[in-house]
């Protein structure tokens, strides 16, 4: 633990923050802005649209929620369909609450459920990014300044994407669109460990051909496939490495 | 256009908020109990990493919305671009810009 340079929480607050004001929260704000539009589309008003983002914050849920609305879906339909498009929020809060060690910091359950509420994929993949560089605490620090960041962009996006689709041209909307699947996955190939790495790679290879079978089901089933296969081949290696040096 | 009353809109709003909060609560109580260090945890990290990555790829394969006007070729190109610039200059903002900027000439001038 000696690596990790000694700051004050001031300053990790304030690396959140500007960590957060650039790519990841331009990105956020312009892909919560291509799910205005959508949601407008789709008849919504403008407090529905506001308060969907507010309190679902997670992008893929939304969309699926919004496009089948769009088609006159049922309640339960719709119901499942969020639902499913948002059960990997139960993972990376487990392992989002195991980086910010936030069981020792002995918050009040009603504060560790907001601070979960503001992880998405993209502060989650940012603190997995960065937990060798803050001490648990501060990191706690730094992800709360850095999820309020990008949680402000996102409804700034909203609320402009909303009101002013026509302000940005297509042309243009649809590059900055395409920043946030580029800038997770590239974030996702920089993690700590190489079993995440391997995790990544194969959940996301498998996706688009479990897609064209299984449609949106292909997501669960890309990331168990995808983190069990990871988990296995390096458990597989750590074991035939040790029977090598017991044999040798 | 599909007919709802405005009852039911705000319902399935409550309902959207609702199926996300339950994970996000549950995914809380369990964090309780499962040991940091533990397989189960490693197992969990590791499946929460192939489940974000499956929902970026699908995004970027199958995007719905604008995104779609856009050859799935260049999308293509343009990641596994970003990927080359990451792993020779180890530099994550310059991988970023490089893969964008591709997508930008791509879309724009072809």
């Not at chain 1, 499942?80 to 009040?108: F, H, K, Q, T, Y």
């Not at chain 2, 959207?16 to 369990?30: D, V």
Request: some cysteine.
């Amino acid at each position: 633990m000696t690596d990790i340079p000694l700051i004050s929480p001031r300053r990790a607050r304030i690396a959140g923050v500007f960590d957060a004001s650039s790519v990841p929260g331009i990105a956020l704000g312009c892909t919560m802005m291509g799910f205005a539009v959508i949601a407008r589309e789709a008849g919504f008003d403008f407090w529905m649209t506001f308060l969907t983002s507010f309190s679902v914050w997670g992008m893929p849920g939304q969309v699926a929620f919004v496009s089948l609305y769009a088609t006159g879906a049922s309640l339960f339909l719709m119901f499942v369909a969020v639902a499913l498009a948002n059960m990997r929020m139960m993972l990376m809060v487990i392992s989002g609450a195991d980086i910010l060690r936030l069981r020792e910091a002995g918050l009040p359950l009603w504060k560790r459920v907001l601070m979960m509420h503001l992880l998405a994929i993209t502060s989650w993949a940012q603190i997995s990014y960065r937990q060798k560089d803050y001490s648990p605490a501060n990191l706690r620090v730094y992800y709360l300044s850095f999820s309020l960041t990008i949680f402000a962009f996102g409804m700034a996006g909203t609320t402009i994407g909303y009101y002013l689709d026509d302000v940005m041209p297509p042309e243009i909307l649809r590059l900055v669109i395409f920043i946030t699947p580029i800038y997770i996955l590239l974030l996702l190939m920089n993690a700590q460990q190489s079993v995440s790495r391997l995790a990544a790679v194969l959940g996301g290879a498998a996706c688009p051909f479990l897609y064209a079978i299984a449609g949106d089901w292909a997501i669960l089933f890309a990331g168990f496939l995808g983190g069990t296969g990871a988990i296995a081949y390096y458990q597989l290696k750590a074991y035939i490495e040790d029977k090598g040096r017991l044999d040798g | 256009m599909a007919e709802y009353t405005l009852f039911e809109t705000w319902l399935t709003i409550f309902l959207a908020a609702f199926a996300t909060f339950s994970w996000r609560f549950s995914g809380l109580i369990l964090s309780d109990y499962i040991r940091p260090d533990s397989l189960l945890m490693k197992w969990i990290n590791a499946v929460a990493y192939a489940m974000v990555a499956a929902v970026l790829m699908r995004i970027l394969v199958f995007p719905t919305g604008i995104l779609a006007t856009t050859p799935l070729d260049y999308r293509l190109a343009c990641l596994a671009f970003g990927l080359l610039l990451m792993f020779l200059t180890q530099k994550l903002w310059v991988a970023i810009l490089g893969a964008m900027s591709a997508f930008a000439v791509l879309v724009t001038y072809f």
